[in-house]
């Protein structure tokens, strides 16, 4: 079946970028995910990318997709402690990596 | 975002009693809905995918008549869990998508079976 793999820690210190990486095996997903989930909540979409696009930006969310290598990105600038929490990469339909716990360092 | 609103948040259940746990869409119409069970400190795992008014299609090693789901209207989805044992013990999320392509999930249930 599709897989999709990503690092499970990661960890960096405020106002530093996060990278959280992914690789993926389902090359027929019309989407990609990356939700996010804190401690104790639900899952909270933040944000998708087509697959006929590399690149999207939102506000400090960079996403990068390679197709080729089956290579997807989320790149957090300017990461707050806020943003700690585990990050998950998704195919579509909904196909989950075991997700990267984001740890950043005051 | 839209809303996706999954209640209860946490239910403690003897076991061998049956549990209900309801995912509703509450801004759009989901027409489909799929329901993720989450073990500690590991992925979700999808158990089942329901499309309104049409049996849903449970992954392979998910027991469906253990695990009832009902998705009766194009707002509501319900997970049964039955004759529950502390095996079940899971945060169970659920998630809708209508007619664009991203999907929103509920706050989870966490379901503790004693």
């Known amino acids: 079946g599709e897989d999709v793999e990503q690092s499970l820690f990661l960890s960096v210190r405020e106002g530093d970028s996060s990278v959280i990486n992914c690789t993926y095996t389902?090359?027929?997903?019309?989407?990609l995910y990356w939700y996010k989930q804190e401690p104790g909540a639900g899952l909270q979409l933040l944000t998708y990318?087509?697959?006929?696009?590399d690149m999207k930006q939102d506000q400090r969310l960079t996403v990068l997709l390679n197709k080729k290598d089956k290579h997807l990105s989320l790149r957090i600038a300017d990461t707050q402690t806020g943003d700690s929490a585990i990050y998950f990469c998704?195919?579509?339909?909904?196909?989950f990596g075991k997700g990267t716990r984001l740890s950043v360092i005051a | 975002g839209a809303v996706v609103s999954q209640h209860p948040s946490r239910v403690i259940c003897k076991s061998g009693t049956s549990v209900k746990i309801e995912c509703r869409s509450l801004?759009?119409?989901?027409?489909?809905m799929f329901w993720y069970r989450q073990f500690p400190k590991q992925s979700l795992m999808l158990m089942a995918t329901?499309?309104?008014?049409?049996?849903?299609?449970?992954e392979q090693g998910v027991e469906k008549d253990k695990f009832l789901i009902n998705h009766a209207s194009l707002t509501l989805s319900t997970l049964t869990v039955t004759s529950a044992h502390p095996e079940d013990s899971s945060f169970y999320i659920c998630?809708?998508?209508?007619?664009?392509?991203?999907?929103?999930f509920g706050q989870g249930t966490r379901l503790t079976v004693v």
């Open positions: 329901s499309n309104e008014g049409s049996k849903a299609t449970y």
């Open positions: 801004d759009f119409q989901a027409t489909t």
């Open positions: 998630s809708a998508r209508g007619e664009r392509a991203e999907a929103f």
């Open positions: 998704a195919t579509g339909p909904l196909v």
């Open positions: 389902d090359s027929s997903s019309t989407y």
């Open positions: 990318i087509f697959s006929n696009m």
